[in-house]
């Protein structure tokens, strides 16, 4: 079993649509979760982090993350063509030396 | 403030020959990171440096990879020899330091081994 699952998509929906991307991981002891956004051919791009449980809200992007189901998940608000990347979900502990473990990514197309 | 450099951004190799990526982090951050991207995969972490140190390289095949940071600044990753199974984007990416958990990432280097 990966320490992160992500469901790879790909997710198509039409432009304004509400977006929901989500994580599920098995090790209790990660705390520090990110989202990614990767465009083609581009490096990851950091677009959201939060530390433990709660919400995060930046602009048209929610973070949530639910530490007693092992979930986390980013919505995407008014979604736009630009939008369209791959989205990788990424977690550490608080331990050890900052190491990330990365889902496999969503790809996610908005059409006009 | 400039990004995380990478070069070159392709490489085409045959199996059993050598390459070598360098990665220039955000300036002022001490701890730099080599992952490797397998198409369809998220990165994975082959190495990380605080300065000029080694502090983790557990996922690193050492016996074909290696990685130095002169300085603790510039970095370089190379394979030798390469095998068709490295084919993948290396990405390097930087933090302030290993308490940061905000990492920034360079554009990365695509290779393929034929």
């Known amino acids: 079993q990966k320490e992160v699952e992500q469901d790879p998509g790909p997710l198509s929906v039409p432009e304004g649509a509400i977006v929901s991307l989500n994580c599920t991981y098995s090790n209790s002891a990660f705390q520090y979760f990110m989202w990614y956004r990767q465009y083609s051919r581009k490096g990851p791009e950091l677009l959201m982090y939060?530390?433990?449980?709660g919400n995060k809200e930046d602009g048209r992007f929610t973070a949530q993350v639910d530490k007693s189901s092992k979930y986390i998940s980013l919505f995407i608000r008014d979604s736009q063509p630009s939008d369209s990347a791959t989205y990788l979900c990424a977690m550490s502990s608080s331990g050890g030396y900052n190491k990330l473990i990365f889902g496999a990514g969503t790809r996610l197309a908005v059409h006009p | 403030e400039a990004g995380v450099a990478q070069s070159p951004r392709y490489k085409i190799i045959e199996k059993r020959q050598s390459v070598a990526f360098w990665c220039n982090p955000i300036s002022g951050h001490a701890t730099l990171y080599w992952y490797q991207q397998i198409l369809g995969q998220g990165p994975k972490l082959l190495i990380q440096f605080q300065n000029n140190g080694v502090v983790d390289d557990s996922q690193l095949p050492k016996d074909r990879f290696s990685a130095e940071r002169l300085k603790g600044v510039d970095s370089t990753l190379k394979i030798q020899p390469a095998k068709l199974e490295d084919s993948a984007v290396y990405l390097c990416?930087?933090?302030?330091?290993?308490?940061?958990?905000?990492?920034?990432f360079g554009p990365g280097t695509r290779l393929t081994v034929t």
């Open positions: 939060t530390y433990s449980s």
């Open positions: 990416a930087s933090s302030l330091d290993d308490r940061v958990r905000e990492q920034y």
